[in-house]
């Protein structure tokens, strides 16, 4: 039997797999606003969500929230199991963190009623959280490690960003998203209108549980991907190969201006004269690759010695002829070693392609070359 080889071979098969690519219209990504997670670095971290969480758990906190994440919890879990009873943690309700077990192991959180000895509640409610950990934790040895009063129940939970199945008896499984999602229900019942930072506490929770879940999600564009990979493996030898043209562009630019091109990183590289190497052009190539036709070109300074002599510069740049819509920076803000000190974009046009080394070239030297020869007359005799 014949396989047929997934990678398109010739010209037409890698335009026709492009033309269907553009037929594609991808959905815009949800861009989310900072909140503490995201600012303080931790959007991740399973213990810094449960911190939040115990602090939400604990009724007598000065969240002014009460029993609001209690009682979400309670609902979400009755709504997975009958063995609730009815006066279920009905009280006032404290949250241990990290509790120890039989074996050494630690528990997220427990929540509990009344505390009657080491590991010994009259009811109780321990929750193992995971965000994108795989479960590798002794369920059992935790359930088992939590004593209750006689007759009085103790319920497990583990909580996740998507559902988990085949868990030891006492559990259930509680998406992240749904625990908010009943919170956020219940809140009119419980917010008074008082402790408006903890109300922003609790959005930014909930955006950054969104966040969280939303990146695991298999959505449209992700199918998308998984099903055209050929395809796009098409499209990324095209792109290669086109950024390959524009690098050897730039490097012909480089010779045109009598000078050399230096550098191999993706989105710019640097023009230079040998010997000075501290004063060159830098030719940004971000936008281009976006937009087909943006290419900034830009004098660059770089080191200490280099910035030291910008008074000087300015001074030997009074007379010396600038291009049209040449941007020059002639001070320096002193907090970093390198320094734009002229700046120009270009806009290159699809049937200018071709010949760019040429039209950039042209362009430079008549644009900014006057000014890098003034400053680099100043920098080789200082």
């Known amino acids: 039997m014949e396989l047929k080889d997934p990678i398109p071979r010739t010209a037409e098969e890698i335009q026709q797999q492009i033309t269907e690519l553009f037929d594609y219209n991808p959905l815009p990504r949800t861009e989310y606003a900072p909140d ?35 009682q979400a919890l309670l609902d979400v879990i009755r709504s997975k199991t009958s063995d609730i009873p009815g006066s279920f943690m009905d009280h006032r309700v404290q949250c241990k963190r990290e509790v120890q077990t039989k074996k050494g192991n630690y528990i997220d959180l427990v929540l509990y009623d009344e505390e009657n000895d080491v590991n010994s509640f009259n009811q109780s409610i321990l929750i193992e959280n995971k965000v ?17 009063k006689a007759g009085e129940h103790k319920q497990g939970v583990l909580m996740t960003l998507w559902p988990l199945g085949d868990l030891p008896p006492g559990y259930v499984n509680i998406t992240h998203r749904e625990f908010i999602g009943k919170v956020l229900s219940l809140l009119p019942q419980y917010w008074g209108g008082s402790g408006e ?5 609790l959005k930014d929770i909930e955006q950054n549980i969104q966040r969280l879940t939303s990146e695991m999600q298999m ?52 023009i230079w004269q040998r010997g000075v190497d501290h ?23 770089w080191t200490k010695k280099a910035l030291d002599l910008m008074a000087s510069y300015n001074t030997a740049c009074e007379d010396v002829h600038v291009g049209k819509d040449v941007i020059v920076k002639p ?22 392609i071709e010949n760019l080394s040429e039209i950039l070239a042209t362009g430079i030297k008549e644009d900014m070359e006057p000014i890098r020869k003034a400053i680099t007359a100043v920098y080789t005799t200082a």
């Open 331 to 352: 001070s320096y803000d002193g907090k970093s070693n390198f320094h734009y000190y002229a700046f120009k974009t270009y806009t290159i046009e699809p049937d200018q």
């Open 197 to 201: 930072k903890y109300l922003i506490y």
């Open 132 to 148: 994108y950990h795989i479960l590798h934790n002794d369920l059992i040895d935790y359930y088992d490690s939590i004593k209750t």
């Open 36 to 70: 503490l997670f995201s600012l303080s670095g931790f959007p991740h971290y399973e213990d810094v969500l449960s911190n939040w969480y115990a602090f939400f758990f604990r009724t007598e906190e000065k969240h002014g929230f009460g029993r609001l994440f209690v």
């Open 219 to 270: 959505n449209t564009n992700i199918r998308f991907y998984i099903e055209n990979t050929s395809k796009f493996h098409a499209m990324q030898e095209v792109a290669r190969e086109a950024c390959e043209f524009i690098y050897g562009q730039i490097e012909a630019t480089a010779y045109l201006l009598k000078l050399e091109p230096d550098g191999k990183q993706y989105d710019y590289r640097h």
């Open 279 to 301: 004063v060159y052009y830098t030719v940004l190539l971000t936008d281009f690759f976006k937009d087909g036709k943006t290419i900034h070109v830009a004098l660059e300074l």
